[in-house]
Structure formats: structure tokens, C-alpha cells
């Protein structure tokens, strides 16, 4: 949907602004707040017909937030968290949508967004100094500051699959999810992919349709998320607390208002152990992680959290050889990005749910009338790929973005990506990426690194107005540093033992591996940027 064709866009001229910003979810809109507070002229690209990034295009069934509603939100105003009211423990995909909605309303953003703008192309101009940008539609943009609010999770990776053009039936992406939604009523549904997205989906589809078959192929842990209703009496309270929620999420490792153990999970007896973890079960949620202080640190006291994992999930599945199928083995518990459910387990004891192993027996194929593994076929009307996205680089690299002298950003990432802070890449001045790679992002509540991001870049163009610079750029030797200590701080946890994680790029194929988010924690992160700042902008040379 595009709407709004400006005069500069039909005469085909570039529209000439202080900042374009890419994208209009979460990190877009507030960085266009932000940066309007400063007086800047800024235009929003965005893809979609309407705000909301990750929610505006997953609307898959059963789509939810793991992270709680009342911190899965901004901090930035006090009014909009004193006056939004939150109806779930973990809010559904048309509630976040209908927030992002308000906050839109509320701050006025919409005339500074042009929907229905797939940006293509960013070119640095070395005569002007400027970005060039192009969308799909041959618009044209110049700006000074070129910032990309892309999302991690937006390029949705679609299984090539041989024959999946023969297919009579119809398939989806849970990422590209229908507005006008899928009746599954009566049909024979196939989900590839048991990830947080497929284990969300899986139990919700399994309800609607005649038969579901999943295909996994790694099986997961998973905790049940506790869902229900928010209660007036928590409500209340959180809003009288939320400056101490707020400095809590900002203290943590991971951008959740908890409180995480100082103990380490061998450091009690096994009975007592047992007893936190059923607590922690019996909560549900992300909160889970928080048990012990060392689950992602020590392997044998992961062992006792993963091994408590795969006995509840043999407690719950019915059928032996289903629940072994299910019981995952190949990596440690939270190393893949671990989900939440509602009764995603309970699911395989229905009579219309068979699960396959595809690392068993791999799809070879998919034919007119439904997929063929190395072992049976199994006819479907409808495939649903939960197959998850070309993480964090993906979003970035669809966008032919070439800095001073050429050189593109595809080939400088070739290798694997490189930043400094996550927040700049050497080689493409005034270029900022919101919760880009080498940041925490992924491993934090979304919200709360994005905001830490949108100030910080907020304050570095303030900071250059008041200092007269016109270009920031980070310097190799920065970015090096930066992908060393990154290096180190991923190998003092368990994260690398997770093969088959998208943190890893392993879910892509030919897609290079190296773990692309920063795992020092956001605390930690947030000093750091904070020095660097301080310092006048250390590693960046500015002119
Ligand atoms: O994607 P995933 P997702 N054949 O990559 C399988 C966030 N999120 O959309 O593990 C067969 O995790 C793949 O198998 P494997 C959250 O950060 C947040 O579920 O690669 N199977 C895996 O099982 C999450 O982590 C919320 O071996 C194939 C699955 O597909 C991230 O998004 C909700 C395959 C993909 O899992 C991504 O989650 C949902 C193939 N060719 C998601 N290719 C919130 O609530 C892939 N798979 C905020």
C-alpha cells in the first residue's frame, strides 16, 4: 500500500532530509521521535502498509510476546506507561500491534512515515556526504544520517525445498502471515519448524485443524509460559513501580525486570534444586533462566536444568517414542533462544497431531499434494513454514547499501559481520544500525535495547551538531577490538555449543558462522557505551 506520493517523490527528484530511518517498528518510531525532539528533518521508510515491524507481519496463530506485557513496552514516557493498560501476562500479537498503533497517534508520527517503501539501495555520495537512498518504487531520499531500524528478525528464511512450486495447496511463512488470516478448519496441515514461533503456533493450529503433522527437525526445550489475564491489583502496582522496574531492566543481563540468582545450581542439594526448578515451572516463563546464576556458564549446572526439562517433557507425553522424539539432546537448555508455551507438549497427546523427525528421515521433497520424506509422504492441504529468518544480517544485507568509494556492505560482511558497538561498521560514516549485530538485541527484551540505542544515537547527533562535525565513523581498529572482546565474552558461556542456532547463522545455509550478537550482557554493554561517549566518542573518527 502506498499512500502519500510527495511532490519530490512524482517528480522523481530525491527528497533532500537531516535523517532517513529504516523501518517503522518498535526502534523506528522512536528513533523518529527522538530525533525530531532535536529538530531534524527525518522521514520513516517502511516496508509495510501500516507501524509495527515484527508485529505488523507476524500474525501467524497463537502469535504472543515471551517477554511480560507491562516491561515488553517504552520507558521513554511516563504518561504512555502510566495510561496504556496491558490485558495479558504475555500480550498477543493484535495488542502490541494496537499499542504501536497508539503510540503513533499519541506522538504524532505517522506524517513522517511513508508506508508501503521497501527501501533498496543506500549509496554514500561522496560530493555531498550524503546517503542516497532508493526504494522499491524508485523514490529517492538524501540524507546526512542514513539509520537502519530493520529489525533481527525480518528477513523470513524459506526453506528451498525441491518442488515446493508444485505444490497445489496453499503455504505460508509465519512471518508473512495473511492479514484477512487462514481458516484451517477441516484441512490436513503440515508445520515445519518447532522454534519459539512453531511451538507458539503448533498447539493453537492443532485445534482448528482436521490432522497437523510437525516436521522437526531439532527438538526444543520449552517452559510453560503461564499466560492469563493481567490482574488490576498487579497492574497497579507495576505502574507505582515502574522507575524501579525500569532501573532493574536496565541493570540486568538481559533487559527482564529479574531477579537472577547469585547462586550457582551445584551449589544446593539436589532435593533443594529440584524444589526452585518446579517453582520456576510452576511460574513459567523467561524467568526460568533466572533459577541459577551459572545455567549459562557451567555445563554440569546446565545439565540439571536441561535434565529437569527433558523428564517434564517425558512426564507429559503420552506415547514413549513421541516424547523421546521430543526430549532435545544435541544442546544445552537456553542456548538456542529458549521458548515458552502453552500446552506445546500437551499438543502430541491429541489424536489429530503426529510428529517426524526430519533429521531422522529429511524432507526430500514436496510434492503436488504434500511433503515426502526419505521415509513416508504425507498429503497436505496447507504448509506452514516456521522456519525462522536470516537473522540480525539478513535485514541488512537485502538492503544494497555501498559506502564512500563503493565498497558494499556485502562484501565487507562476507565473512561474517563486523561492527563496532553493533551501533556502526567501519567504512560507512553517519551510517547507524539500531540493535545491529555485535549488540545484545536477541538476547535482551527487544524494547529495552532498542531504546539504549535510539538515545545513544540521539545523543551522538546532538553531540555532533554542538561540535559543528559532519561524519562519525568507526575505525577498524575499534571494530576489531570490539569483535575480539565480543569473541570473549561469547566463549566465557555456553552459547557456542548450540549448533544449529540462528545466534550462529547455522539455520541459513552458506550462511557464514559467527555469533552475531554481543553475550557480555546489556548491563555491561550499556557502560560500555556510556565510556565511549563520555570519552568524546572513542573509536570513531569524526571530521
Ligand atoms: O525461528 P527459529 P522462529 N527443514 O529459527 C526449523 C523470536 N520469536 O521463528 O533448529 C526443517 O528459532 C529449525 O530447525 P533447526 C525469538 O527470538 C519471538 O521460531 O535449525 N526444519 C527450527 O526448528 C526466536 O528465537 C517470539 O534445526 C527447518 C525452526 O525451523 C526467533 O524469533 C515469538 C528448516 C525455526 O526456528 C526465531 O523464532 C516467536 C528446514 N529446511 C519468535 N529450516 C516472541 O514471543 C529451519 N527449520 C517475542
Redesign the pocket.
Known amino acids: 500500500p502506498r499512500e502519500n506520493i510527495s511532490q519530490s517523490e512524482a517528480d522523481g527528484q530525491a527528497r533532500v532530509l537531516d535523517a532517513v530511518v529504516v523501518g517503522a517498528g518498535f526502534a523506528g518510531m522512536y528513533m523518529l521521535h527522538r530525533l525530531r525532539s532535536l529538530g531534524l528533518s527525518v522521514s520513516v521508510l517502511e516496508a509495510g502498509g501500516g507501524v509495527g515491524g ?1 508485529w505488523y507481519w ?1 500474525r501467524y496463530p497463537g ?5 511480560e506485557s507491562y516491561y515488553y513496552s517504552y520507558s521513554f514516557s511516563e504518561e504512555l506507561q502510566q495510561e496504556w493498560q496491558w490485558t495479558e501476562r ?1 500480550p498477543e500479537q493484535p495488542e502490541i500491534l494496537r499499542y504501536l498503533n497508539h503510540v503513533a497517534d499519541r506522538f504524532d508520527l505517522r506524517r513522517d512515515i511513508r508506508f508501503g517503501r521497501r527501501v533498496t539501495e543506500a549509496v554514500f555520495d561522496d560530493d555531498t556526504g550524503r546517503w542516497q537512498l532508493r526504494t522499491d518504487g524508485g523514490e529517492r531520499y538524501a540524507a546526512r544520517f542514513f539509520i537502519t531500524a530493520v529489525g533481527c ?1 525480518s528477513s523470513a ?1 524459506i ?1 528451498r ?1 525441491p518442488g515446493l512450486d508444485t505444490f497445489e495447496g496453499e503455504w505460508f511463512h ?2 508473512r502471515w495473511p492479514h484477512e488470516g487462514v481458516d484451517f478448519t477441516g484441512r490436513r496441515v503440515g508445520v ?9 503456533t503448533i498447539p493453537v493450529i492443532a485445534e482448528q485443524a482436521e490432522h497437523l503433522t510437525v ?4 527438538a ?1 526445550y520449552s517452559i510453560p509460559a503461564r499466560n492469563g489475564p493481567m490482574e488490576p491489583a498487579f497492574q497497579r502496582e507495576v505502574k507505582a513501580n515502574y522507575d524501579a522496574i525500569r532501573r532493574k531492566q536496565r541493570d540486568s543481563t538481559n533487559g527482564h525486570p529479574f531477579d537472577v540468582s547469585p547462586r550457582s545450581a551445584l551449589s544446593v542439594s539436589e532435593e533443594e534444586r529440584r524444589a526452585v526448578y518446579e517453582a520456576a515451572w510452576k511460574r513459567g516463563g523467561l524467568q526460568f533462566r533466572a533459577t541459577f546464576a551459572d545455567l549459562l556458564t557451567s555445563k554440569e549446572a546446565n545439565d540439571t536444568a536441561s535434565e529437569f526439562i527433558r523428564a517434564k517433557i517425558r512426564e507429559t507425553v503420552r506415547d514413549p517414542a513421541t516424547a523421546e522424539k521430543l526430549v532435545p539432546r544435541d544442546h544445552p537448555f537456553a542456548t ?2 529458549p ?2 508455551d502453552t500446552d506445546y507438549f500437551e499438543t502430541y497427546n491429541r489424536d489429530n497431531v503426529t510428529l517426524v523427525d ?2 531422522e528421515s529429511p ?1 526430500v521433497e514436496i510434492t503436488r499434494d504434500g511433503v515426502r520424506t526419505s521415509s513416508a509422504s504425507y498429503p497436505l492441504d496447507c504448509i506452514v ?5 536470516d ?1 540480525l544480517t539478513g535485514p541488512l544485507l537485502d538492503i544494497d547499501i555501498r559506502g564512500p568509494g563503493g565498497r558494499t556492505l556485502r562484501d565487507k560482511w562476507s565473512e561474517g559481520p563486523r561492527t563496532y558497538l553493533g551501533l556502526q561498521v567501519a567504512g560507512f560514516p553517519n551510517m547507524f544500525t539500531i540493535t545491529g549485530p555485535g549488540s545484545p538485541s ?1 538476547l535482551t527484551n ?1 524494547p529495552t535495547s532498542i531504546e539504549q540505542h535510539v538515545d545513544w544515537i540521539a545523543d551522538c547527533i546532538e553531540y555532533m551538531r554542538g561540535h559543528e562535525l559532519e561524519r562519525i565513523e568507526a575505525t577498524e581498529e575499534a571494530e576489531d577490538a570490539w569483535g575480539e572482546h565480543a569473541d570473549e565474552a561469547v566463549h566465557r558461556t555456553l552459547l557456542p555449543m548450540a549448533a ?3 545466534y550462529l547463522g ?2 541459513v545455509p552458506g550462511k557464514p558462522r559467527v555469533f552475531m550478537p554481543y553475550a557480555g550482557g546489556f548491563a555491561t554493554y550499556t557502560r560500555k557505551c556510556d565510556e565511549v561517549a563520555a570519552a568524546g566518542y572513542e573509536g570513531f573518527l569524526r571530521t
Open positions: 515484527t507476524n502469535a504472543r510476546c515471551d517477554s504475555y528478525l528464511n526453506p525445498i509465519t512471518g515445519v519448524g518447532t522454534g519459539s514461533t512453531g511451538i507458539q516436521f522437526q527437525r531439532t526444543n538456542k533462544r521458548p515458552i526430519v533429521r524432507i513454514f516456521a522456519t525462522g529468518f537473522a536477541v527487544m544449529t542456532s540462528w547455522a539455520n
